[in-house]
C-alpha cells in the first residue's frame, strides 16, 4: 500500500536558519503529494502541493519539488521564523471511489526556531 | 465562511462509556473524513463518506466505531464503549465533490480523554 516517510524530529534550528525536511513516498500509480502544517492546537493547514513530476509547490516561502525518480518531496525553506514552529506533515492523495481524496499522512516532523 | 467545524473540542469519558464526535463540513462541502491521530503519531485515516453513503471504512476499526453522514445535519463518529486506548485527538475534514486532488479543508478536532 501508500505509504510517506518524513524526518523525525524536533528539530530545533535558531532564527534565519535554513531548513529542510525530508519526505519520501511509495505508492502505486501517480500520487498527488503536500505538505499540511499543524500549529499547536489547530487542525491540519494545506502549506503547499505538487500533481506531477517536477512541479515545485511554494507558499510563504516554503518550496517542495516532487523528484519522481528518487520518489521525494522534501521541504525546504531559506530563513525560518519563530512563527514556522509547528509539525509538518508529508502526504500523498490517493484518489477513490466516489471521487475523494484519501490522504496517507507520514508521521510529522515538529519544528522548533528559536531567536 | 465557515471552515470544518468540530464538536465537542475536547471530551472526557470513563471506559466503557460512549463517545460522539461532530463535524459539520464546509459550506458546498459533500465528502467528509474522519481521521485519528495518537500522541507522538500522525494522523490515520479511518473513513470516508458522502451524504448517506459510507464510501470507505478501511482504517475504521471493526468494533466499537461507527460513522454516519445523514442527509440533514453534521456527520458523527461514535464510538461505544471507550477504552484508554482511544484517547487521541480526531480530525475531520471536508473537500468539494470536484476539489482538487488531496486538498482537505481540517477542522481543530476534537481530543477525547478517557479515563
Known amino acids: 500500500g501508500d505509504s510517506v516517510t518524513q524526518m523525525e524530529g524536533p528539530v530545533t534550528l535558531s532564527e534565519e536558519a535554513f531548513l529542510t525536511i525530508n519526505c519520501t513516498y511509495t505508492?502505486?500509480?501517480?500520487?498527488?503529494l503536500f505538505w499540511y502544517v499543524q500549529y499547536p492546537g489547530e487542525g491540519l493547514q494545506l502549506l503547499l502541493k505538487?500533481?506531477?513530476?517536477?512541479d515545485k509547490g511554494s507558499n510563504k516561502g516554503f518550496e517542495a519539488t516532487y523528484r519522481k525518480e528518487t520518489t521525494s518531496f522534501h521541504l525546504e525553506k531559506g530563513s525560518v521564523q519563530v512563527s514556522d514552529s509547528a509539525v509538518y506533515f508529508c502526504?500523498?492523495?490517493?484518489?477513490?471511489?466516489?471521487?475523494?481524496?484519501?490522504?496517507?499522512f507520514g508521521t510529522g516532523t515538529q519544528l522548533k526556531v528559536e531567536l | 465562511n465557515a471552515g470544518v467545524m468540530q464538536n465537542p473540542r475536547h471530551l472526557v469519558r470513563r471506559r466503557g462509556q460512549e463517545a460522539r464526535l461532530r463535524c459539520s463540513p464546509m459550506?458546498?462541502?459533500?465528502?467528509v473524513y474522519w481521521y485519528r491521530q495518537l500522541p507522538e503519531e500522525g494522523l490515520k485515516f479511518m473513513v470516508y463518506?458522502?451524504?448517506?453513503?459510507?464510501?470507505?471504512e478501511s482504517g475504521m476499526p471493526k468494533e466499537r466505531f461507527s460513522a454516519e453522514f445523514p442527509k440533514e445535519g453534521p456527520s458523527i463518529l461514535r464510538i461505544q464503549q471507550v477504552v484508554r486506548g482511544d484517547s487521541a485527538a480526531y480530525f475531520c475534514?471536508?473537500?468539494?465533490?470536484?476539489?482538487?486532488?488531496?486538498?482537505?479543508?481540517f477542522g481543530e478536532g476534537s481530543r477525547l480523554t478517557v479515563l
Open positions: 475534514a471536508s473537500s468539494p465533490e470536484t476539489g482538487h486532488a488531496g486538498e482537505l479543508f
Open positions: 505508492a502505486t500509480g501517480y500520487p498527488s
Open positions: 505538487a500533481t506531477k513530476a517536477d
Open positions: 502526504a500523498l492523495s490517493d484518489r477513490v471511489t466516489g471521487g475523494g481524496n484519501k490522504l496517507t
Open positions: 459550506k458546498g462541502h459533500s465528502h
Open positions: 463518506l458522502q451524504k448517506e453513503n459510507i464510501i470507505d
